[in-house]
C-alpha cells in the first residue's frame, strides 16, 4: 500500500529556509492532491497547502508568502519550502495523500527553530 | 476562511458508552466536503470519514458521519478502548483548507 516518509533537518535557524521531502513509495504520485499540514508542539493541526502531480499549487493565505510547494513525478517526491522562519514555525510537519480528505500520511518530522 | 469549531472539547465517558462530537461551520461547507480524523499521542491523524458521512476503508461501523451545510456529527455507538484520542473535524469545500480545534475523548 501507498506510504509516505518525510525527510529533512530538525533544527534550523532563524530567518533560515524549512526544506522537507516527501517520498510516496507503493504507489505513483500522479493523480492525487499532496498536502503538507504542521502541528506545533501540545496544539492542532494547520493545512500548509497542497500540489496536485501536474504542479498546480494551492496554499494557505496565512503562510502564502512563505511557502513553495513543489513535485519531482520522476523521483515520486514532493517538496515544501518555507522561508524566512521564526520560532512559531517549529512543528512536527506532516506530508498527506488528498483524494478526499487525507487519506494517507507521513509519520511526521519534527522541525525545531531555534538558534 | 472558514472557521470550525468543535464541542465539547472534552468528552469523558467509559468504554461502551456512546460519543457524540460536534463540529460547527462558520458557513456552509461546499459540497460538505468535511473530514474527520482521528489522532492519537505521538501519532499521525487517521482519516476516518470523508464527505461527511463515508467511512475510509476498513473503518468499523461504530463510527459514523451525519450532517451538512454548517452542522456535522460524529458518532461512536460504543466506545473501544482503541477510541480514546482525539478527534478534529477539517472542510476541504473551500480554500484555505480548515481544521477545528479538536474534542479530546478521554476516560471518565
Known amino acids: 500500500q501507498v506510504q509516505l516518509q518525510e525527510s529533512g533537518p530538525g533544527l534550523i535557524k532563524p530567518s533560515e529556509t524549512l526544506s522537507l521531502t516527501c517520498t510516496v513509495s507503493?504507489?505513483?504520485?500522479?493523480?492525487?492532491?499532496w498536502s503538507w499540514i504542521r502541528q506545533p508542539p501540545g496544539k492542532g493541526l494547520e493545512w500548509i497547502g497542497f500540489?496536485?502531480?501536474?504542479?498546480?499549487?494551492n496554499y494557505n493565505p496565512s503562510l502564502k508568502s512563505r511557502v513553495t510547494i513543489s513535485v519531482d513525478a520522476s523521483k515520486n517526491q514532493f517538496s515544501l519550502k518555507l522561508t524566512s522562519v521564526t520560532a512559531a514555525d517549529t512543528a512536527v510537519y506532516y506530508c498527506?495523500?488528498?483524494?478526499?480528505?487525507?487519506?494517507?500520511w507521513g509519520q511526521g518530522t519534527t522541525v525545531t527553530v531555534s538558534s | 476562511e472558514i472557521v470550525l469549531t468543535q464541542s465539547p472539547g472534552t468528552l469523558s465517558l467509559s468504554p461502551g458508552e456512546r460519543a457524540t462530537l460536534s463540529c460547527r461551520a462558520s458557513?456552509?461547507?461546499?459540497?460538505?466536503?468535511l473530514a474527520w480524523y482521528q489522532q492519537k499521542p505521538g501519532q499521525a491523524p487517521r482519516l476516518l470519514i470523508y464527505?461527511?458521512?463515508n467511512r475510509a476503508t476498513g473503518l468499523p461501523d461504530r463510527f459514523t458521519g451525519s450532517g451538512s451545510g454548517t452542522d456535522f456529527t460524529l458518532t461512536i455507538s460504543s466506545l473501544e478502548p482503541e477510541d480514546f484520542a482525539v478527534y478534529y473535524c477539517?472542510?476541504?469545500?473551500?480554500?484555505?483548507?480548515?481544521f477545528g480545534p479538536g474534542t479530546k475523548v478521554d476516560v471518565k
Open positions: 458557513q456552509s461547507v461546499s459540497s460538505n466536503y
Open positions: 507503493g504507489g505513483s504520485i500522479s493523480r492525487y492532491y
Open positions: 464527505g461527511a458521512s
Open positions: 500540489i496536485y502531480y501536474n504542479g498546480d499549487t
Open positions: 477539517q472542510q476541504y469545500g473551500g480554500s484555505p483548507f480548515t
Open positions: 498527506a495523500r488528498d483524494p478526499h480528505g487525507l487519506d494517507v
